[in-house]
């Protein structure tokens, strides 16, 4: 090199290039804004945290309540048929013949068929001591024996009709008429009026979730009520088990079987489908408050874009330093860009975390199956990346553009 | 160490004019051979500032050529320059500017992050450099548990860790007492000694006197160069005792520019426009 003075280099000379960052490198000096200023990053952190925990735990929660109503079905099957007298085209309650349930046990399908009759005169009191009008709106049934495996029922407290009892002043109540009858114990001496006559509380139904007529309902032997209670014999209600595969061709001459003479008066419907419209329609509401944690989350966006933007304001002393000590705008930009990415995702991981604990803790408060789905998990993480991302773009833009002579001049 | 055949430094003619007519350099023409310690020397609003962002390439002049370490300034892209800076340029400011909270070493080796070495090998130039401005046992103090001079200090083994040809200090004196300020200094001698080009902008006379080769400016213009005094027409009483010094100092590499000729006569020119 020890060349001849010339002002020019000697050619060819290499251009200087600028040396990759390494990853360690990009993420340690995207923390120093991080670190340097924690209780901001903090509290801007904070604002993603929640708007993804509001949609982790809005999502987890109605998962968790879907999952129960899943597990309710597959534990009470969803084969279950109804068919109910309805009313006439003149609007008066209808009547399906005598004979209606004996007709469609000989459906093929049909594995089981069971009947309650609804005894309207037949009102339930305490005692004879309650006023005539107070009737708790309780409802008395003639129920059949197999009513119970039909519907899926269980007995919550002393024993289900028999062929003895069925004959005699006994009553099984349903979970919520028992309570406004303030029944607890059961036995001979638990004693209520129906229709006018005491009959013995035997038993008390828990809540049946696939006939829910049942809750409220005061249910009777059919020879008792016959003979006691002045029921007419004819059903109201039609509870029917079929084979799962050709459930839709039973439901389709279920009606016709069940009242020959007048099969527009039948009413036929699937109790599991309500269970299930009423979900669908939770979890309609459900997205009602998706929408309000996305809100949330955007609001914790333009909090985190607030912050970079100050945070780019303020370090313009800090840019221009890494300028002269080598930095390209390119990384310059990453610097801030990761910094975003870190504070959102910093807040995202917290939102997930929180989420997921509100919708496992509400879920376990509610004794259902905690499901916390992986989608709105990665959808979570994945949306604090986006907003982290636009909501560092601007700032760390405007940070690569500032001239390091100007940066510097800012102590 | 051989010094290249090139200047470390040339501007010829640099103007840098800023939105709304102020020129803040009007048309320098200067050269700084590898191993020299200049100060650029001058009143505030003379261009000293704008001059060490040109020579920094944190800046680009309006018109005239810049060369640093061979490399013309117009010929490289943004980025390039970034790289140009990060290998070959040191920076020193007044201010430290060093990162609160964060221990001497890392506030070092955070300066190499941009060469591209290793986290080891940042932390162990790092510990070198700070061990060769004398802080070796104040590596893991932050900034704010140290003085101002030993602040400093830590500024200066940030902008030598790289090992870079050129140091740049803006006012590295100018927020220390004189003791400290004078330990500074002697430091950047010692740097310059072991072969690194320093240049040192300073409104202060008694700190350009200490130092070999000084160059004034005014108004944007180099109103005198001591290396060139003899082709001057005028030349300032005050730092005519030095000019000795700098001579034993510098003796032996002083022949070059001479023979290259060429350079005399854009020296003259420009010495000349700034005497008018």
């Known amino acids: 090199m020890a060349a001849p003075a010339r002002s020019r280099p000697p050619h060819p000379r290499p251009r200087p290039v600028p040396a990759r960052m390494r990853a360690g490198d990009v993420l340690r000096v995207g923390a120093v804004g991080l670190r340097t200023r924690p209780l901001r990053a903090f509290l801007s952190a904070l604002g993603i945290a929640i708007g993804i925990a509001a949609m982790i735990g809005v999502v987890g929660i109605s998962s968790s309540s879907g999952a129960e109503v899943d597990r309710t079905l597959s534990a009470l099957g969803t084969n279950l048929l109804t068919v109910s007298s309805g009313t006439t085209l003149m609007g008066e309650a209808a009547r399906m013949p005598v004979e209606a349930e004996a007709m469609i046990e000989r459906i093929g399908p049909v594995r089981a068929a069971s009947a309650i009759g609804k005894i309207g005169d037949a009102k339930v009191y305490r005692s004879e001591e309650i006023p005539e009008a107070q009737t708790g709106g309780i409802s008395t049934y003639a129920a059949r024996l197999d009513l119970l495996s039909t519907v899926g029922a269980t007995v919550h407290r002393g024993t289900w009709l028999n062929a003895a009892t069925e004959r005699y002043p006994a009553v099984v109540l349903g979970a919520s008429a028992a309570q406004r009858l303030g029944v607890g114990a059961v036995g001979p001496d638990t004693q209520v009026v129906v229709g006018g006559i005491r009959f013995s509380v035997v038993g008390v139904l828990a809540p049946v979730p696939l006939a829910q007529e049942l809750d409220a309902a005061a249910l009777v032997g059919w020879p008792v009520a016959e003979s006691r209670l002045a029921f007419d014999g004819h059903p109201t209600t039609l509870y029917t088990r079929s084979d799962e595969s050709r459930l839709e061709s039973v439901r389709a001459v279920l009606a016709s079987t069940a009242n020959p003479e007048a099969p527009n008066e039948a009413d036929v419907s699937r109790p599991s489908d309500a269970l299930a419209a009423k979900q669908a329609t939770s979890q309609a509401f459900a997205g009602l408050l998706l929408g309000v944690g996305a809100v949330a989350l955007l609001v914790g966006g333009v909090g985190v874009a607030n912050t970079m933007v100050i945070s780019v304001l303020e370090r313009r002393a800090e840019i221009g330093l890494r300028r002269s000590l080598g930095a390209t705008r390119g990384q310059i930009r990453l610097q801030f860009l990761a910094e975003s990415l870190l504070l959102s995702a910093v807040g995202g991981a917290g939102g997930i975390v929180l989420g997921a604990g509100v919708s496992t803790g509400f879920a376990a408060y509610r004794g259902w199956p905690a499901v916390v789905p992986l989608w709105a998990t990665g959808g979570g993480l994945a949306a604090t990346l986006v907003i982290g991302a636009l909501a560092g773009l601007y700032p760390a833009v405007r940070a690569s553009r500032m001239s390091p002579t100007e940066a510097l001049a800012t102590p | ?276």
């Open chain 2, 1 to 276: 160490m051989t010094s290249p055949g090139f200047p470390m430094v040339s501007l010829e003619d640099v103007s840098r004019t800023y939105p709304g007519g102020v020129a803040a350099l009007d048309g320098v023409s200067l050269e700084i051979r590898h191993g020299e310690l200049v100060a650029i020397v001058g009143p505030s609003g003379s261009g000293k500032s704008t001059m060490l962002n040109v020579v920094g390439t944190l800046d680009r002049p309006t018109s005239g050529g810049v060369r640093i370490d061979g490399y013309g300034v117009s010929d490289l892209s943004d980025s390039e320059l970034s790289a140009l800076r990060a290998t070959t340029i040191g920076f020193v400011f007044q201010h430290f500017h060093l990162a609160a909270r964060v221990p001497a070493l890392d506030n070092v080796a955070d300066g190499l992050v941009y060469t591209g070495l290793a986290r080891a090998e940042r932390r162990r130039r790092a510990a070198a450099a700070l061990e060769r401005v004398g802080l070796g046992h104040r590596v893991h103090h932050e900034p704010h548990e140290l003085s101002g001079g030993e602040r400093q200090r830590v500024a200066i083994a940030r902008a030598v860790a790289g090992d870079p040809p050129l140091l740049l200090a803006d006012e590295p004196t100018g927020a220390l007492d004189s003791a400290s300020g004078a330990g500074v200094m002697g430091l950047l001698r010692e740097l310059n000694a072991s072969g690194t080009t320093i240049v040192i902008i300073t409104h202060d006379r008694e700190i350009a006197a200490g130092l070999p080769r000084r160059v004034a400016m005014r108004d944007g213009r180099v109103v005198s160069d001591s290396a060139t005094e003899h082709e001057k027409p005028y030349s300032p009483g005050r730092e005519e005792p030095h000019v000795t010094g700098r001579e034993e100092r510098q003796g032996a590499g002083r022949g070059q520019p001479h023979g290259a000729g060429r350079e005399a006569p854009s020296w003259g020119a420009a010495a000349s426009g700034g005497a008018a």
